[in-house]
């Protein structure tokens, strides 16, 4: 039985917090760290992966603080960083035959292990070919594949599916699901959807700390009554987009389908609650966040409703 435990661990670079005070347990199965950019997800794994040592708080591995074991602990883990790196004159085989010479695998076992996560991740027919002339997507596939050569115990994987078209997502997370039988699977992303289907357990961060933890089901059903679907005429979209949070829109005819994350009912239309997805949790506590991004100032900023972790 694995056993990752994290017990308040902060980080800290100068005067910013980029990680305050997180406690979580891991056993096996995926979890879906949710977040915006900049919500500290990337260094959280990197302290997992002792890349990063916390500021303060404590990484235990099975019992023993991980700082303690050295390579035992590294031999355990695999790892796809935000933006890994490669040799670009080297094949996909080549790079990770090196790859796996790094890891301790002997060049037999190596090979043996490369031919297997090539076919894995559909890079069989390109093995021979440079890196350099690969897509963003094929880059992605071949960092996964680097990450599993060890047959880690823990994997983490920051933002996996960049770059995967709409089949390679389905690839991955079907991949994914079949890996976490016996491993603990930290996957970190901004895109819902990556982690909607596959994960075990969502912890959502946002600036630096963990705000919730729970299922799909759990999450989604906490935003039960706040989820809204009305029509409106065309020139009324400007005018309601200021006054909600719009999750989607899409035009029927003259008429316009909006669906709106908010705390009250809008009473001035015929509206009907649906039910809420991840997507819908997600808008209601990053809008703000979003719209700044996007530019659009404040638009239908809602009071917060869930009690944090």
């Not at 590294?74 to 790079?95: C, H, I, K, T, V």
């Not at 979209?237 to 829109?249: K, Q």
């Amino acid at each position: 039985m694995l056993e990752l435990i994290l017990n308040q661990v902060h980080k800290q670079f100068s005067a910013k917090k980029a990680v305050n005070g997180i406690s979580i347990r891991f056993n096996h199965g995926v979890y879906g760290l949710l977040g915006s950019n900049g919500a500290g997800k990337t260094t959280l794994m990197r302290m997992i992966c002792g890349i990063l040592n916390p500021t303060s708080g404590t990484i235990h591995m099975n019992g023993e603080e991980i700082s303690h074991m050295g390579e035992r602990y590294r031999d355990m883990l695999g790892y796809l960083p935000q933006d890994f790196g490669y040799y670009p004159d080297f094949s996909a085989e080549e790079f990770l035959w090196y790859v796996g010479s790094l890891k301790g695998l002997s060049l037999p076992a190596a090979k043996g292990k490369a031919r297997e996560l090539l076919q894995r991740v559909a890079l069989s027919e390109v093995a021979r070919k440079k890196i350099r002339t690969f897509s963003g997507g094929m880059k992605q596939r071949l960092g996964i594949a680097q990450a599993m050569l060890n047959d880690p115990s823990v994997l983490v994987l920051d933002e996996p599916t960049a770059g995967l078209d709409p089949k390679e997502r389905v690839r991955f997370r079907n991949l994914i699901a079949d890996l976490a039988k016996d491993k603990i699977i930290i996957l970190s992303t901004h895109i819902v959807a990556d982690v909607e289907y596959i994960a075990d357990q969502i912890l959502v961060m946002k600036q630096g700390a963990l705000l919730m933890t729970g299922t799909v089901e759990q999450l989604t059903a906490a935003m039960e009554g706040l989820v809204w679907t009305c029509h409106i005429s065309s020139r009324e979209v400007e005018e309601w987009n200021d006054r909600y949070c719009i999750s989607n829109l899409r035009h029927e005819g003259d008429q316009v389908e909006l669906r709106i994350v908010s705390k009250e009912k809008p009473s001035d239309r015929s509206t009907t609650s649906v039910v809420p997805t991840l997507e819908d949790f997600y808008l209601y506590h990053f809008q703000d966040e979003q719209a700044a991004i996007a530019g659009e100032g404040k638009r239908g900023r809602i009071d917060g409703y869930f009690n944090p972790v």
